[in-house]
């Protein structure tokens, strides 16, 4: 398998979570984002919608991170990323996608962009734009954890929740969001940090992130 | 079942053509997003991210759309939305996702009420804002469709990617975004409208569209 990303996507950074977890070997293909080089005739040849990941494994070139995810769980149902019962799938469902549809694509780079270039937004309103959105969906997300009594992670292991949490508050820690009111998400977070799978994983480990010690 | 939903939520909608094309009968229960119903405590206290549509099936409250969906299919599997075969699952999610992930966000009623607000951004501007994020995906959308060589559904009944394809097709509209370049979608499109599942579950048919006949 190879893996196109970019080591501060939050949604490059789900998939290199989910193959650690999983145990599938993988190759990193480094995409340059600040240079658009997914943008770029090479790129959207195979990736029509010019966008990371796009993961090429099983014959494909595979292009959307959530669809990654389910289709890596049904291929490969070694390790899996969702649990077994389907209540408990429900519920790791519903906390990943409440984090992938609602709140990664307002803070998604191209959204970023256009409101510095079409609206003329400096850094600091962007990043007020940035925590107004994170507010929304990681209050009521704590709300959440806090109802279902979760523990170090949604369940006994992490998982499909995990693998789309941990990046969304990398990038909020980034931004300066305040998460001292939120217990439970910081719990996990710390518990996840600690283990090797996520610490391959992180930004910070990546050959292309240009401060990699 | 029941369903809390608004007629020209998009979200609301996926719900009501699942139900529909699986059979399953449900009593559609209106919020009120105009009066933000959804805000209210007697709405968070069932669901702490204040949005519909909310599913109550199974003896719980179910709040998120692509979890929904994908529960419904787990939970019921008679009339799958999603394919048997392994990668025919993946194209479906793939386009699904696209839909779910990186548009359905910006165009959200929260966002468009954000610019408004907190912007002083006008309806041109709203309208530009909407068609904007909208070609970013349809057309990358479009392009995908012809690759994979497309008939008047994804696969040979509608499913999964028509269930999230077609309310992000009727906003579009309403917004006056331009077909005219995308053959494909708007033959699926035509195709599912001569439905019945589809009417019965189309924003104009629904007890709280005020211009219902």
Chains 1, 2 share one sequence.
Request: charged share 25%; proline share 8%.
């Amino acid at each position: 398998m190879k893996l196109h990303g970019y080591y501060r996507s939050s949604t490059s950074y789900r998939l290199r979570i989910a193959l650690e977890l999983k145990g599938l070997d993988y190759e990193y293909v480094p995409v340059n984002l600040l240079t658009s080089e997914q943008k770029g005739e090479a790129f959207t040849s195979r990736n029509p919608f010019g966008s990371v990941p796009l993961l090429e494994a099983g014959g494909r070139d595979r292009v959307q991170s959530m669809a990654q995810l389910e289709w890596l769980d049904e291929a490969h149902p070694d390790k899996p990323l969702l649990p077994a019962d389907l209540e408990d799938r429900y519920t790791a469902r519903e906390l990943a996608y409440a984090i992938a549809t609602e709140l990664h694509a307002p803070l998604n780079l191209p959204v970023l962009k256009y409101l510095t270039n079409e609206y003329g937004k400096s850094q600091d309103e962007i990043g007020e734009w940035y925590r107004h959105w994170l507010a929304r969906t990681l209050d009521p997300l704590e709300a959440r954890l806090a109802q279902l009594g979760t523990g170090d992670f949604l369940f006994e292991r992490p998982g499909f929740f995990e693998v789309c949490l941990l990046p969304q508050v990398y990038n909020a820690r980034r931004f300066g969001f305040d998460f001292s009111d939120k217990p439970h998400t910081t719990r996990i977070e710390q518990a996840c940090q600690a283990l090797p799978e996520f610490q391959r994983a992180h930004p910070d480990n990546q050959p292309d992130n240009p401060e990699r010690s």
